[in-house]
């Protein structure tokens, strides 16, 4: 297993603002996943893209993976108070282990 | 909804007393997982297993350890509480053989003080 490394660190922005996070990762992928994190709370899965898959969506979510530059990033548009959290991804290989690295911290401004 | 649940939601206790933290999930699940994670801070994989009677240690060395007799239940004790301890611990479940790709479901976290 690996930890991907999000960037930026945090990242704050107005209700209404699109929010956009990266992720870097070391070796080959099956999938990457993205969870949020609400302050002091477990972490919620929000999207998950395939090896094969370049793009996906999810409601306000667009996820893209670009696997030459073992990258991949987390887009919220229209963002809202409700999405101030902390976002973490998960690069999965084939074992079971699940590692997460730091997250990118996100607020929404009223 | 996750069916997975973490008890105590906090716990306060002294130093050099044995703890056992609950995780169970009613899913079926066989991977699970322990975090640690100071607030704000990196989560870090203490354990993990998938199955019963199986158990790894995870990135960040930790003196706790777990056991896992059901597939359902997954708890993690600390036998000497020291301050350092003070930390929030997370538990996870996804599923297991052939669903590698899935997601994982959490726990709320039990938020550990120990004085």
């Given at each position: 297993s690996q ?24 070796t080959s992928i099956n999938n ?19 090896s ?39 690069p999965r290989s084939n074992d079971y282990k ?13 | ?49 998938y ?49 590698m790709n ?14």
């Amino acid at each position: 297993s690996q930890q991907g490394e999000e960037d930026p660190q945090a990242l704050s922005i107005q209700e209404g603002e699109n929010a956009t996070m990266n992720c870097s990762y070391k070796t080959s992928i099956n999938n990457l996943q993205w969870y949020r994190q609400n302050s002091g709370r477990g972490l919620v899965h929000l999207i998950l893209i395939r090896s094969n898959e370049r793009e996906k969506h999810s409601g306000r979510l667009r996820v893209t993976l670009d696997t030459s530059k073992k990258s991949s990033s987390l887009l919220i548009t229209a963002s809202r108070a409700a999405d101030t959290a902390s976002y973490f991804c998960a690069p999965r290989s084939n074992d079971y282990k699940l590692s997460f690295g730091a997250g990118t911290t996100v607020t929404v401004r009223a | 909804e996750a069916d997975i649940y973490q008890t105590p939601r906090y716990l306060v206790i002294g130093t050099g007393k044995k703890i056992t933290l609950e995780c169970s999930q009613t899913m079926g699940h066989d991977k699970m997982y322990w975090y640690q994670q100071d607030p704000g801070m990196e989560l870090h994989l203490i354990h993990y297993s998938y199955g019963v009677n199986s158990t790894e240690k995870g990135d960040l060395s930790s003196e706790s350890t777990v056991s896992r007799i059901r597939t359902e239940h997954f708890p993690l004790t600390l036998e000497s509480a020291r301050p350092s301890h003070t930390s929030q611990y997370l538990c996870a479940s996804s599923p297991g053989t052939g669903a590698m790709n899935t997601e994982a479901f959490f726990g709320q976290g039990t938020r550990l003080t120990v004085v």
